[in-house]
């Protein structure tokens, strides 16, 4: 079977024979756009890895309110948490796009780390990195405010233009309603602090991209 796996950073330090291992355990899956992959109710022990597409990841409360995780982009996985205790939130894998994605099971991550343990520092490691990004997340919703939060969103994500130190674009990851709500902000609030840094002159949006004209102003707001 092709390693399909060698794309992943997260597996490039496992030997062949461990990720063969994983591969023969391992099936393909495709999903529509818009199609919800993993939610509390069907949710299979394993862990998903993204070759195509785009995942969005998110919460859902009882009143239906919904609150987006993070963008799931290939070369990325995500389920790590179910390797070790099922998961009792009410999480949900939704495709933005079409997506293709190959499947774990938790038995054959088991069994690998029982056969050679030093695979677990590998899955710990991506347990770990959710639960910081995560905790990141919880600082942004608990301790700034809606301008602040579009204000670190965009410096975080600015790219230069060129060789300009001042300027750069962010390329939305998805629609705006899904940014907003990984910031924990209503659509129209995330759209409102646009148009705020737009009237300053500090940015002009366009369509799927935002170009900030001055990187440091906007750093000072």
Not at 8 to 30: G, K, V
Not at 38 to 54: K, M, N, S, W
Not at 190 to 217: P, Q, W, Y
Request: a neutral charge.
């Amino acid at each position: 079977m092709h390693d399909r796996l060698s794309a992943f950073d997260c597996f490039t330090c496992l030997p062949p024979e461990q990720r063969q291992h994983l591969l023969h355990n391992a099936h393909p899956i495709s999903v529509p756009r818009l199609q919800r992959l993993v939610e509390i109710e069907d949710q299979q022990a394993c862990v998903f890895c993204l070759t195509a597409g785009r995942i969005r990841l998110g919460i859902i409360a009882n009143n239906g309110h919904e609150r987006t995780i993070d963008v799931v982009f290939p070369g990325e996985t995500f389920g790590e948490a179910g390797i070790f205790h099922p998961p009792e939130a009410p999480l949900y894998a939704q495709a933005i796009i079409p997506s293709d994605l190959l499947c774990i099971s938790r038995e054959a991550i088991l069994s690998g780390i029982q056969q050679w343990p030093e695979m677990g520092s590998v899955f710990l490691k991506l347990a770990c990195a959710r639960i910081n990004q995560l905790l990141a997340g919880m600082y942004i919703c608990c301790l700034r405010n809606a301008p602040q939060r579009v204000n670190d969103y965009l410096l975080q994500n600015a790219h230069p233009v060129g060789n300009s130190r001042v300027q750069g674009v962010v390329s939305l990851i998805a629609s705006k309603s899904v940014v907003a709500s990984s910031l924990n902000l209503t659509p129209e609030t995330f759209s409102r602090a646009l148009h705020n840094l737009s009237e300053k002159g500090l940015i002009t949006v366009e369509r799927t991209s935002i170009h900030v004209h001055n990187l440091e102003k906007l750093r000072r707001q």
